[in-house]
């Protein structure tokens, strides 16, 4: 079964502009990470928090974390076309199964 | 970094056959392997777990006579999908963890389709 939610399920914005997704999931985690996947094609790992850790950036990339609330957030700022894909949140919990939110189909128009 | 490797990247056959799907570790050793689905437009779903040198463990809802999974070795793990519908198209992806924890990697996965 997957382990949380994504909002929004679509996301279409502007090149230049900033895309916000959402994460909530169900049960205590080890870590969280962010993947990137592009249509038909294998999984990017973008970004990696732990459960220790509110906030990390990796380039135009920023990741937070709320485990109280169960939820962490992708920030892409000034967007890219190709930035286009579907962006996934995936959940470690301390068995080390990693299951994946249903995901958040990003188009960037240029 | 981590890289896993799955073979062949595609494959298409008749309904009824059995399909067997590789899924290698590199440059490291893998206890344990994920075996994950993702059908059209959808995320991936968790099929089972497998651990080397024992049986895997599949997720509620997964066939594991239909799905067969051998982990024989720290760096492979197989996926047969036996007796093969058309239902059973899907995409198929691998990841292993790496011992010394961090981001697992994934294969590139493989396409099936089931004429």
């Known amino acids: 079964s997957q382990q949380g939610e994504e909002d929004p399920q679509a996301l279409s914005i502007q090149e230049g502009e900033n895309a916000t997704m959402n994460c909530s999931y169900k049960t205590s985690i080890n870590n969280l990470q962010w993947y990137r996947q592009n249509s038909g094609r294998g999984l990017v790992h973008l970004i990696l928090i732990r459960s220790n850790e509110r906030e990390k950036h990796s380039g135009r990339l920023r990741v937070t974390l709320d485990t109280s609330k169960k939820s962490s957030s992708l920030l892409i700022t000034a967007s890219r076309a190709a930035d286009t894909a579907s962006y996934f949140c995936a959940t470690v919990p301390f068995n080390n199964d990693m299951r994946f939110g249903a995901g958040t189909r990003l188009t960037v128009k240029p | 970094g981590a890289v896993v490797s799955q073979h062949p990247s595609w494959v298409i056959c008749k309904s009824g056959t059995s399909v067997k799907i590789e899924c290698r570790s590199l440059d490291f050793q893998a206890t344990t392997m994920f075996w994950y689905r993702q059908f059209p437009k959808q995320s991936l779903m968790l099929m089972a777990t497998?651990?080397?040198?024992?049986?895997?463990?599949?997720e509620q809802g997964v066939e594991k006579d239909k799905f067969l999974i051998n982990h024989a070795s720290l760096t492979l793990s197989t996926l047969t999908v036996t007796s093969a519908h058309p239902e059973d198209s899907s995409f198929y992806i691998c990841s292993a963890r790496d011992i010394a924890g961090g981001p697992v990697p994934f294969g590139p996965g493989t396409r099936l389709t089931v004429l």
């Open positions: 497998s651990n080397e040198g024992s049986k895997a463990t599949y």
